[in-house]
């Protein structure tokens, strides 16, 4: 039985990919969780977008809607993550870093997808349940060559022992969970599209590619009780 999937960061660029993925291919509802309104004009009555400014009050709502459309979904994905937006840049320098910029960026990228999974935990039983968080192989402190973007790693590395974390918890209280960490690759998408001078010939993904790779991952993976952190290929990243 399909018990329906969630994508939460719908309107992005991988978010999006994911919802189209799901509609084109069949089975329960869809539920997608936005900032934004539904971004492309589409009637199927398996979407259900869910408007969300990610305050407690509205993240609370969304879930019991969620919990009515879908009480077992099988599949989540968070996608929320910053890069640059506004006034927040990576920063190349110890003279470039921004104590404001840093904590938002820890509050979108380590602190939002935390408290989706404290307030989705009702939903997340003994059934089986894969839920991807879109970490980023730049989160890695064992991976880490280059330096640099001291706000987005540390925040990303930060979300990765927060999963940890919530894997440790979650296999007591919810066993059917299976947590994964997931680095897509360098994607198209406009949090990546200033950095693409960097980026070797035909290394680039499009965000329709890293959506079935990310559901062909989550297909092969088993509640374990422990968090994977994989790359688009299924490579498990070093810490
Ligand atoms: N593109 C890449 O090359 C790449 C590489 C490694 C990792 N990633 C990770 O993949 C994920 C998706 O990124 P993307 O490439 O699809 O980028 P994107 O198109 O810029 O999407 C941004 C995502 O972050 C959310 N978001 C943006 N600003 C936010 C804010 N202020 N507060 C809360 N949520 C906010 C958006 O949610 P709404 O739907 O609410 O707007 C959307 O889900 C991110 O976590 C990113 O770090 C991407």
Redesign the pocket.
Known sequence: MNEGVVV????????QALVAHWLATGGGPVIA????PAPFGCDDPRLHWLR?D?SDQQMADVVARIATLAPRPHRLVI?????H?GGIKPEKRLEALDVEAMT?LYQ??AL?PLRWINQLLPLLGASPCTLAV?????GSIGDNRAGGWYG?RAS?AALNMLLKCAAIELARRAPGVKLLAF??????????RPFHANVPDGSLQT?EQVARHLVSLMAGLIPDGELSYLDWQGKTIEW
């Open positions: 939460i960061g719908a309107g992005g660029g991988i978010g969780v936005s900032r934004q969300c990610y996608c929320n993550g910053v890069l937006q938002s979108t990228n939002l879109l970490s980023a192989r730049v987005y990303k680095h897509p690759g360098t994607v198209d998408t406009q949090l990546s965000p």
